[in-house]
């Protein structure tokens, strides 16, 4: 569960345009992200007007509010709870990996005992 969590959050930073330690890209939110018919994703820094530039290339709508909550010091942190009886994948992906900054261990709870959900027998 929580490693197709971590690769959807990697994902929708892709999206919306935020590095791993939760800062925008850009300092304007002129970011663009498009996706091309071959599903391929293009990051583009400039404005537009509309849903498609002229390659017909779809923009993607950029709430970050819907998935992301701003802190006081402008980084974007996942609106998520991480929830483990195992600890080892939660600690890897808010100690390990260059997405490590990005989520609040507030929002974090893994059991103390460590000893994961085989133990529960």
Known sequence: GNQIGGEFW?????EHGIQPDGLPRDDHG??????TDDNTIHNNNQQH??????????????????????SDAGHYI???LL????PRVVNKL?????YRNL?????VFIAQDGGGAGNNW
């Not at 929830?83 to 195992?86: A, S, T």
């Open 10 to 14: 990697k994902q929708l930073c892709v």
């Open 30 to 35: 002129t970011h663009a992200t498009t996706i």
């Open 49 to 70: 007007s509309g849903p498609q530039n002229k390659n017909n290339q779809n923009f993607i709508d950029d709430r970050k509010d819907v998935f992301f909550y701003q």
């Open 78 to 80: 996942p609106r998520a």
């Open 83 to 86: 929830v483990d009886l195992e």
């Open 94 to 98: 808010i100690h390990q990996g260059p």
């Open 103 to 107: 989520f609040n261990e507030e929002n």
